[in-house]
Structures are given as structure tokens and as C-alpha cells.
């Protein structure tokens, strides 16, 4: 367990280095020169008044004086002391930033996962208990729709129906359950449906095992079967989604926040690509990618701590 | 020598031949697949057509009064520049359909090709080729394409790139497991074995061998990309105004939401409908290319 533990750490570093490395690369990628381009953006190319002090300034803090393994290695070192840079918007710390907006899209994202973990597991069990029934073919609809909506025409329609037409929940901004509600159940629909999916074709896989049957015969009673026998051994493989679900709402994060005028971090990074503002941009995404790895490793070790055969098993 | 080489081929295309009319047959038989079919039928009429159906032209201002309601004039209303949203959203559909065949086109070609290799050739290539893709992996759903949109530029056209190299690695870690597997098989070792070249295996033994799933995954990663891009030009970080993109005009339509819900309603059911026949189509050919994967 414990060498799984440490191999599974071991294995990460790697992965951080490469992505501190692409994202640290982002602004040698850039068609033109940087610099020139973030000055303009501010106005001041166009007005005329960049100085070549200022334009040389900016190139030193954004590093593009120097050869990129230099710039690499600075980089990757601050980033390391948890020194992000600074917006060339508001001249503010980069994660100073970040922390300060995280509060809401963790929430946000909690709250989503959540609500698709409730709805994808209870519509999937319904729909495995009585495969063709009715229930079957609304909860596997549900999914259909689930998996087609965009996200952000849902945000819309969810505003007007349940804001604009009923009055039951506020429209926009952040703060309270009633401001979360919303923006929660738009985020996590895409994920319930996938996760319904899942829960059902797990669902049927166990309910023909052995064991169900035997279950069955010995006299316990159907509801015992299921959530004992069947759910437990069920919700293995969904488990194992769940990370990759915490990435997908992280990122849908990004669309819902803004349609619900959130302030948060994927309203950060959206609001940094359209002013340019590129080590707001580096921060954001950093940021978010290190979190998802991070989250992916807590939920393999606490997946191979509930899964006997990795426990005792064989390490790696 | 000859007769071996001659043989190979017929036998194959013979095989083809029947496992596209079986599929064929299959996805008549498959409800969704035919209703999702017909869907996807629906919006490509509508976008081939646009320029002969649509009443007005998508970006022709004041063919209507401001914000008009649903009529027999208007189908499905004005917006707030009294342009048809009807023949807007027409023309919309072109617009998605292309923007999605062609950023999973871009997946797909690329991952395709590091996916055969990869799984091919194995040991340091596919070592060095497994370790990038595990780095593009740590960018979570839209991330990756949301970064390259930031180096890119803002506009349609970078948004389609970068949302088809965003796919790319989910791409070429399906490929390279079908690869990994299918490369044991007889007739791998057999075409081998009668001198064939690594470029002759991969192209004419794996990869029409690995196919099966590629198409059901390019088909539902299509719907993923319509909803991608529609999604970040709402954002405005793709299409920009006055294009008839249905993102750029469910974002037109937001601020007008209380007083004309249709601006808002008609280009996200368009996408609902277009995404939804696909995702349709795709579990069909699921279904009908491998029914072991059949829950």
C-alpha cells in the first residue's frame, strides 16, 4: 500500500513539470511579440505613449529578455514559492488573486459534483432495477439530454424559468444557498447523465452475478439486495469517474460563473484571455491543471484504500 | 510469393464489404440511430439549403420590427436589430456543423497517427509519446482548448484549432490501446512474416481493425466540439458579432432574455437538437460496430 502510495506520487512529478513547462512556454508560442501586444491592449501603443523603458520593463517582468530554459527555471522556481507573477491588469499578485476567487468555484464545484453524484446514482439504480421499464426509458432520456444540453443554454433557461418567470431563486451573483442552487444544477447535469449511464450499466452487470442470485434465494429482502449487495459493489467503477467528473465541472466552471456573473476563477481566466493579460492567464491555468492532478491522485489513493485487491495486493 | 499477395487483399475487401452493409443494416434496425439520424438530417438540410429557404439574409438588419415575437412573417421571431433569427440560425448551422467536422477531423488526424505509432512501434517512442499525452491530459475538458484559444487569438477560426488539439491526446489514448491489442493478433505476425512493411501493417492491418471505435468516438466528440465552441464564442472567446454563430447570438439575445425569451430559446434548441442526433447516431454505431460493448 504504502510503495503504491509513493509510486503514485512519484508518478505525478513528472506530469507537473510538463504541464509548469507548456504553460510557461504559452507566451513563446504567441504570433508577435508579447510585450507590444499587452501594451496595446492597455491603450497606450495606440496613444502613443510607451516609452522604451516601459516596453523593456515589461519584457524583463515577463521574462522574454532571456533564453527559455533561463525563463523556465525562474518560472518554475517562483511558481514553486507559490509566486505566480502579477496581473499586467490590475498590477495585483497573480495568486493572491486566484485564492481570493477560489472560495466560490470550489463551492460551485463541490456543489455540482454533489448534485450529479445524487441524481446520476438514484436515476441509474431506477433505471438498471427495471431494464425497458418506463423508469428505465425517462432516466436514460434524462441522460440523453443530460450529455446534449449546452451547459450555458441551460444556465439561461434555468435564469428565466426559475428567476425571471417564478421568482424562486435570484438570477445572478454569489453568496447564500439560494445563489448556488442554479448555477450548481446547471453545471452538474452534464455529469449526472454520465454518471447515470454508469450506475445503470454497472447496475445491470452485478444484478446477473452469482452472489445476487444467492442473495435472492436465501430470502433477503429485495431492498437489502440492492443496497448492500448490488450498490456497494456498483459504485466501484463510478468512483473511479469521479476525479475525471471533478476536471470536466472545474472547466465548466469557467462558462458557468460568467453566465451567473460569479466571481471566480474561471471568470478570472476568462476575463484575462480577452484582456491579454497573459500571467493572469498562466496563473489561472497553472492553477487549475495542478488542482485537477492533485485531485486525481487523492481520489486513485483513497480509491486503491477502498479496493481490498490494491490494499493487500500487489504494490504499483 | 504472388498468389499470397493477391489473396490478402480480396479476402479483405470482401470482409469490408460486409461488415459495412451489416452495420448498415444494424443502424436501421437501432430507433435512436434512426431518429438521431433524421435529426442530424434536418439541421445539414437546413444548412445546405440556408441560402435558398431562408426568407431573409442572416445579417440583413431591420427586416423586422425589433424584437419581434414568433410569427408567420417571422418563425421564430426578431432580434434586437430586427434581423430573422429563423434564417440566422440557417445559416448557423452550416457554420457548427463545419466548425465540428473539422475539429474532430484535426483530433482525429493527428491522434490517429500518434495512437498507431505509439501502440506500434512501442518501447522509447511510445514512452516519450505517452508521457506528452498525459501532460495535455492534466488540462481538464475545455482547459487545453481555453489555453491555446489565449495564444492563439480570438476568432472562430483559432477557436475550431484549438478545440481539435484539445482532443487530440483523448484521441490518441484510444488508438493506442485498440493498437496494443490488435497487433497481436495471427495476421499481424503473418503480414510480417511475408515481408510487409511497418507503413503496409499499420495502414492496411491495424487501422482498419481499430476503426470501430474511432467512429463511434469521433462521432459523439463531434456533438462534444459543437458545444465547445458554441460554448466560448457565447463566452467571446471564438465567433465574434455580427456572425450568425447560435453562441455569439445566444449572447446577443442575454441581455433581452425577460422581454424576448425567443432570442435566447431558438439557437440553443438548435444546438440541442443537432448535439442530441448525434450523441443518438453515436451510441447507434456503438451499438451496431461492436455489440460486446452493448450494456
Keep these: 500500500m504504502t510503495t503504491y502510495i509513493i509510486g503514485r506520487i512519484v508518478a505525478v512529478v513528472p506530469v507537473l513539470l510538463g504541464v509548469s513547462l507548456l504553460v510557461s512556454s504559452m507566451i513563446f508560442f504567441l504570433p508577435g511579440d508579447p510585450a507590444q501586444l499587452m501594451l496595446t491592449e492597455m ?17 524583463r ?22 509566486d505566480l507573477g502579477r496581473s499586467y491588469q490590475s498590477r495585483r499578485s497573480v495568486l493572491d488573486a486566484i485564492l481570493e476567487h477560489l472560495p466560490s468555484t470550489i463551492q460551485l464545484t463541490f456543489a455540482g459534483l454533489g448534485l450529479a453524484i445524487v441524481i446520476g446514482v438514484v436515476l441509474g439504480v431506477v433505471a438498471a432495477l427495471r431494464p425497458n421499464s418506463i423508469g428505465d426509458n425517462l432516466s436514460m432520456f434524462f441522460a440523453l439530454a443530460g450529455v446534449s444540453l449546452p451547459e450555458f443554454w441551460l444556465a439561461l ?32 447535469l452534464r455529469a449526472a447523465a454520465t454518471i447515470a449511464r454508469l450506475t445503470r450499466a454497472s447496475m445491470l452487470e452485478i444484478m446477473n452475478q452469482d452472489y445476487i442470485t444467492t442473495a435472492r434465494a436465501k430470502g433477503l429482502a429485495g431492498r437489502v439486495v440492492v443496497t448492500r449487495h448490488a450498490l456497494k459493489n456498483a459504485l466501484i467503477p463510478v468512483v473511479t469517474i469521479v476525479g475525471l467528473q471533478f476536471g470536466n465541472l472545474m472547466a465548466g466552471a469557467v462558462i458557468i ?60 | 510469393m504472388s498468389t499470397v499477395e493477391i489473396a490478402l487483399p480480396e479476402q479483405r475487401r470482401v470482409k469490408t464489404e460486409g ?77 457548427s456543423l463545419q466548425v465540428g467536422v473539422i475539429a474532430v477531423a484535426i483530433s482525429a488526424g493527428a491522434g490517429i497517427v500518434l495512437g498507431l505509432v505509439g501502440g506500434y ?13 498525459d501532460i495535455l491530459l492534466a488540462f481538464p475538458g475545455i482547459l487545453l482548448a481555453l489555453a491555446i484559444v489565449s495564444v492563439l487569438g480570438i476568432s472562430l477560426t483559432n477557436l475550431m484549432i484549438a478545440v481539435g488539439i484539445g482532443g487530440v491526446p483523448s484521441f490518441a489514448r484510444l488508438v493506442r490501446g485498440s493498437t496494443l491489442t490488435v497487433k497481436e493478433n495471427l495476421y499481424v505476425t503473418v503480414a510480417r512474416s511475408v515481408g510487409a512493411g511497418d507503413g503496409l501493417i499499420i495502414f492496411r492491418h491495424i487501422l482498419p481493425n481499430v476503426a470501430s471505435p474511432i467512429i463511434v468516438y469521433a462521432t459523439l466528440r463531434i456533438a462534444f466540439a459543437i458545444i465547445a465552441t458554441s460554448s466560448l464564442s457565447y463566452l467571446g472567446l471564438g465567433a465574434k458579432p455580427p456572425t450568425p454563430e447560435w453562441g455569439v447570438m445566444l449572447s446577443d439575445g442575454r441581455e433581452f432574455m425577460r422581454v424576448a425569451p425567443w432570442v435566447t430559446t431558438f439557437p440553443g434548441l438548435a444546438i440541442l437538437v443537432s448535439v442530441m442526433g448525434i450523441n443518438l447516431l453515436g451510441d447507434g454505431l456503438r451499438d451496431a460496430l461492436d455489440p460486446r460493448l452493448r450494456v
Design chain 1, 257 to 316: 460563473e460568467t453566465v451567473f456573473a460569479r466571481q471566480g476563477v474561471g471568470r478570472l481566466a476568462v476575463d484575462a484571455i480577452r484582456m491579454k493579460d497573459f500571467p493572469m492567464v498562466q496563473g489561472t491555468v497553472l492553477f487549475a491543471a495542478t488542482a485537477y492532478v492533485l485531485t486525481n491522485l487523492i481520489v486513485d489513493i483513497s480509491y486503491a484504500w477502498l479496493d481490498p485487491r490494491i490494499r493487500f495486493g500487489r504494490s504499483g
Design chain 2, 121 to 133: 512501434y512501442g518501447g522509447w517512442i511510445d514512452g516519450i509519446l505517452m508521457r506528452i499525452i
Design chain 1, 43 to 59: 491603450g497606450g501603443a495606440a496613444a502613443g505613449r510607451v516609452t522604451p523603458e516601459q516596453y523593456e520593463n515589461l519584457r
Design chain 2, 19 to 95: 461488415t459495412v452493409w451489416r452495420t448498415l443494416r444494424r443502424l436501421l434496425r437501432h430507433r435512436g440511430a434512426v431518429i438521431g439520424a433524421s435529426m442530424i438530417l434536418i439541421v445539414a438540410l437546413g444548412a445546405i439549403l440556408a441560402p435558398v429557404v431562408a426568407p431573409y439574409a442572416p445579417d440583413e438588419m431591420g427586416v423586422g420590427p425589433s424584437l419581434a415575437p414568433p410569427s408567420l412573417a417571422h418563425l421564430m421571431g426578431t432580434d434586437t436589430f430586427g434581423r430573422d433569427i429563423f434564417s440566422r440560425i440557417l445559416h448557423g448551422a452550416s457554420l
Design chain 1, 61 to 82: 517582468e515577463l521574462g522574454l529578455d532571456e533564453p527559455f530554459v533561463v525563463h523556465y527555471a525562474k518560472f518554475l522556481g517562483k511558481a514553486l514559492q507559490g
Design chain 1, 157 to 188: 433557461m434555468l435564469i428565466f424559468f426559475f428567476s425571471f418567470s417564478l421568482g424562486w431563486f435570484p438570477a445572478t451573483g454569489q453568496g447564500g444557498i439560494e445563489r448556488l442552487v442554479l448555477p450548481a444544477f446547471a453545471l452538474g
